[in-house]
């Protein structure tokens, strides 16, 4: 099975090097149930080159992708056999992640048989449902609000230039000051922590195109689009309904594109819980449908 983990802002918090939260638990919560856990870095993160591409559909697939041939390659030097059949979860930019591994996966065919999506709390619906709840401090967090978008910008520039300074995406001082914050060694609290609002950090333009996109900037979108397709295998949705990180209606989006598609999935609400509490509480449910689906 995979694990796709949730956002980190340190390098070095990552499945393969010093990982806290998710990405240090879930991979051996699923492990000692008799799993073999694939649980990639994603690109520039751990022993990678370069920034990370963050919430990048695209290099979140291949980075797992490449993952399943040398995974297989180290387990027959270990002298074990591994099935073909692929389960996935993952949480928060894990579950986007997910659902473009899924979609990989499917189109490629090939020897990897995908049996099951599990995401949860993933930001599905970037264009339509999440920044625009990220520009409404009722919905989300305000400082969390700003560090995710932040990333996500500075990020997106570079592959998708739509600004040509970082002066026309964050006002004074703010623009001389926060690409630093994403040098892999501060953590996404503390980035969050020193950031204002979003309404206060990015510069009006800025915030008219979050909310009208256009250009390179809804191209990019376009290219992060997880759910506008129809799986051929079990997918269920898990989300919490007092999540002020992922809102919950990105859920129900992902949902209703897939059976627009001509799919099936199923949203699973796990009631008032925040963004983490997604995770607590799905990962013992996740763990033993994919147990059941491998009895079969």
């Known amino acids: 099975m995979v694990y796709e983990h949730s956002t980190v802002t340190e390098k ?3 499945p393969s090097d010093r990982p806290t939260g998710d990405g240090l638990l879930a991979p051996p919560f699923f492990a000692t149930a008799g799993f073999a856990v694939i649980a990639p870095d994603y690109l520039g993160l751990g ?6 591409p963050f919430m990048d559909a695209p290099s979140e697939a291949s980075a797992t992708r490449d993952l399943l041939p040398a995974a297989e390659q180290a387990a027959t030097h270990l002298g074990v056999h591994l099935s073909h059949d692929v389960l996935l979860t993952g949480h928060s930019q894990g579950g986007s ?7 990989t996966l499917q189109r490629e065919g090939g020897p990897w048989r995908m049996r099951a999506l599990a995401p949860m709390a993933g930001p599905y619906d970037l264009a339509a449902t999440e920044l625009p709840a990220i520009l409404d401090s009722r919905a989300v967090d305000p400082h969390r609000a700003s560090a995710y978008l932040a990333y996500l910008l500075i990020a997106w520039n570079e592959l998708h230039p739509f600004a040509p300074n970082l002066g026309e995406v964050f006002t004074p001082p703010f623009a001389d000051t926060v690409d630093a914050l994403f040098d892999g060694t501060h953590g996404f609290g503390d980035i969050a922590a020193a950031l204002p609002p979003p309404q206060q950090l990015f510069q009006p333009s800025v915030q008219e195109l979050i909310t009208h996109p256009s250009g390179s900037f809804a191209a990019a979108l376009a290219a992060s689009e997880v759910c506008r397709w129809a799986p051929r295998v079990p997918t269920r949705l898990y989300a919490g309904q007092a999540d002020r990180d992922v809102v919950f209606a990105n859920s129900d989006a992902c949902r209703a594109q897939i059976n627009a598609a001509g799919g099936h999935a199923t949203v699973i609400d ?4 925040d963004h983490v509490g ?9 763990r033993h449908w994919f147990l059941a689906l491998s009895d079969h």
């Open 270 to 273: 796990l009631g008032s819980v």
């Open 97 to 103: 992640a997910v659902m473009a591994v899924g979609q």
């Open 47 to 52: 022993a990678s080159n370069g920034p990370h």
């Open 278 to 286: 997604t995770a607590i509480l799905a990962l013992p449910a996740i």
């Open 12 to 14: 070095q918090n990552v």
